[in-house]
């Protein structure tokens, strides 16, 4: 079945303490992109990878880093989480960039105390 | 960055009624999307228009594009309880950087058909 995973799905961690968030698609897409979204927000692109070894910053990038060393492997890494972190996370994957459908994961709720 | 709005921010009808949505954007686009979330899942995709296509139907789905106007609706016909989500527009921007791309997304429309 053609998805996309991320894993945890629930998250609570503490300030400070470095997590990952894994993110993976079956669909052998090129572009794959990390989205947080908040109440009254709508959804924010956070970063983005329009192939292997091309990462690019989005719109909110600050305290998060990505690495795409495999294409069909996507992870979002907190560094140091603080409360503002806290959130719904959404990676997405679509076959190129311009004019396709983006594919959504199920979600990561992280909540940081 | 470019961002989609959409208006209303919330429509509640009845079922069987009809409903519109609107999505307002600021510059050029290759194409409008749309998608749907049902409440804290991920997002679903709708249906793609192109700067090129006025208007477009998938099933009970029909979305019009004006480029003129920079906006775009969204109609459900024959609404069911099933068709209660979110309702979001993407703009895919005709001008980006080398390298570069980022399809934005609005605040999203709250649909509640009720039975």
């Known amino acids: 079945e053609a998805q996309v995973t991320q894993n945890p799905r629930y998250l609570i961690t503490v300030t400070g303490k470095k997590l990952t968030v894994t993110c993976s698609q079956n669909?052998?897409?090129?572009?794959m992109s990390w989205y947080r979204q908040d109440p009254g927000l709508g959804l924010r692109q956070i970063y983005y990878s329009m192939n292997v070894e091309v990462t690019d910053k989005g719109d909110v990038p600050e305290g998060y880093k990505v690495s795409r060393k495999e294409k069909r492997n996507f992870p979002l890494i907190l560094e140091s989480p603080s409360p503002n972190q806290t959130s719904l996370y959404f990676c997405?994957?679509?076959?190129?960039?311009?004019?396709?459908?983006?594919?959504f994961g199920p979600g990561t709720r992280l909540t940081v105390t | 960055s470019q961002q989609g709005e959409e208006d209303p921010q919330a429509l509640s009808i009845q079922e069987g009624e009809n409903a519109t949505m609107n999505c307002s954007y600021k510059t050029s686009i290759n194409n409008l999307q749309w998608y749907r979330q049902n409440s804290g899942r991920g997002l679903v995709h709708l249906i793609l228009i192109r700067s090129n296509e006025r208007e477009k139907h998938s099933g009970r789905l029909r979305v019009t594009l004006d480029t003129s106007k920079k906006s775009s609706s969204l109609l459900i016909t024959a609404s069911r309880a099933a068709d209660t989500a979110s309702y979001f527009c993407a703009t895919d921007p005709a001008y980006s950087g080398a390298g570069s791309y980022q399809l934005t997304f609005g605040k999203g429309t709250k649909l509640s058909v009720i039975p």
């Open positions: 997405a994957s679509s076959l190129r960039s311009s004019g396709y459908e983006q594919y």
């Open positions: 669909m052998n897409h090129e572009y």
